[in-house]
Structures are given as C-alpha cells and as structure tokens.
Nanobody, 124 residues
Framework: QVQLVESGGGLVQAGGSLRLSCAAS????????MGWFRQAPGKEREFAAA????????NYADSVKGRFTISRGNDKSTIYLQMNGLKPDDTAVYYC?????????????????WGQGTQVTVSS
C-alpha cells in the first residue's frame, strides 16, 4: 500500500505561484498513475490534474489548464503540481492520489490511495 504525503501549500497573493509536492513511500513511475484533486470549503472534491504511469500523458481540468503543470520527479517517486497565475477560486485543500489504472483518470473513485492534503489559500 503506497503512502502519499503532500507539501508546499501556503498563502499566496492572486497572480502568484506555488509548487506542490507529493512524496510517495515507493516508486510510482510505471506503477501508478497519479492525480491531484482539490476541495474548496463547502464544495465537493474535484479533479485538477493527472499524469500517466509513464509520465507521457497528462490531463487537466478546464479550470486549471494553461496555468497548472503536473510532472514526475527524477527520483521516480515524487509528483509535482506547479501552479502559476493563481486565483482566489483556486483556494482549496489539495490532495495527491494514486491509482494502478492506466491512462489519466479524472474520477476520484478511480484512485486507490490518497494523501492527507495541503492547504492552498490565494488572497485577492
């Protein structure tokens, strides 16, 4: 069972940037597709970005496309979410997730393992 720990959240002004990290307890490259989800106060958790097992395919929610970039680290076990042009609407708890599924799933039910989340707050 893979364990996931997110870091890198914080408070940033609108227009700023943050990079989230997700450290896995084992190698995820070629074993797990990885995703980032987020949950704003009073709202359901929603898909943000996903990357395939090989790292060659990515998928983004329309709301973050062109501003966020998901990537795999060279250590084969870390996932990143680079967030640029942040908006107050991006304020949420961000969760890292892993699935043995192929492709780039967007439904949270497709993911088997979850981290505890990291808070991102964007001030206007």
């Amino acid at each position: 069972q893979v364990q996931l720990v997110e870091s890198g959240g914080g408070l940033v002004q609108a227009g700023g940037s943050l990079r989230l990290s997700c450290a896995a307890s084992e190698r995820t490259y070629s074993r797990y597709a990885m995703g980032w989800f987020r949950q704003a106060p009073g709202k359901e958790r929603e898909f943000a970005a996903a990357i395939s097992r090989s790292g060659t395919i990515t998928n983004y929610a329309d709301s973050v496309k062109g501003r966020f970039t998901i990537s795999r680290g060279n250590d084969k076990s870390t996932i990143y979410l680079q967030m640029n042009g942040l908006k107050p609407d991006d304020t949420a708890v961000y969760y890292c997730a892993a699935t043995r599924s192929f492709g780039v799933p967007t439904r949270q039910y497709d993911y088997d393992y979850w981290g505890q989340g990291t808070q991102v707050t964007v001030s206007s």
